[in-house]
């Protein structure tokens, strides 16, 4: 069975400015892709291409096989598609709304439509002026699932939607999957990606520098290491192979140690270590690992770069 997203060498560039390059993806069906990367690293510009909403500059993509510059009314029709930013009719009730994009569809399950949408816990008769940005944001999902898409290509799907909300929409994310429905997911919250995805892709300055599954991502070998020190270490104290610090505040160390881990713990030795905590780390350490350190070699981030928050805001 072929790709349901295939990308050869997919290429946009805006004059002078950087767009995409190189950019090679497979998705299979059934499969939650998630697409990782900050503000202008290619996400979007990489989402506008498969949806033919701008022309690739060189390269080739197809969406069910079919070539995204040749049919993509074909590909519309079987795809569900949220965008990072949108809007709508203002005078129009979310009601009326999903009625008219339902109609453009040639007509959609109202009882599922219903069901999305108490799910959702959306209210359909207010106007949409009148939402606020997570309700907004609801309207667009109800629109993106209610005709029951083989395909989901979500931009940041949960931006401004309560936990509680996120939970239901992820509940609905599974029962697509289970459906059989593929989805491609860009996400600026790494452990939601960790927890809904099959595979991860992570995209820098235009191209993919990683695409792998959580677990290879990670890799079995890999652990987090926190330690809590009576006396901050010497300057290189855990420059050893296979070791990297994370962060470091003097006496509190965050390491990622890959392999053996023999040599960190002969260096343990002699230091006056308070507290230690062992983890496989989450996808964000790993995200830092591209961003924040060399693409080429990097192991992660330096001391200079602080901060072990379990999840990272990042605009588009």
Known sequence: MPAIIATEKLTKSYGSHRGIVDVDLEIAQGEVFGFLGPNGAGKTTTIRVLLDHI????GRATVFGIETTRDPVAIHRRTGYLPGEFTL???LTGGQTL???GNLRGGVDRAYQAALVERLDLDPSRRFKEYSKGNKQKVGLVIALQHRPELL??????AGLDPLVQQTFFEILRECVQAGSTVFLSSHILSEVEKSCDRVAIIREGRLVKTATVAALVGDHTRAINLVL???AENGAFDLPGVT???STGQDVHLMVRG???SLLHRLAGLEVRDIAISTPDV???FFRYYDGSVAGSEGRTAAAAGTETSVEMPR
């Not at 290509?153 to 949960?158: H, K």
């Open 89 to 91: 009719y203002d005078r």
């Open 284 to 286: 964000e350490d790993l």
């Open 55 to 58: 022309r690739p500059t060189a």
């Open 99 to 101: 009625e008219y994009f």
């Open 153 to 158: 290509i979500l931009d940041e799907p949960t």
């Open 260 to 262: 053996d881990v023999n």
């Open 245 to 247: 610090v994370l962060s």
């Open 230 to 232: 009576a006396r901050p």
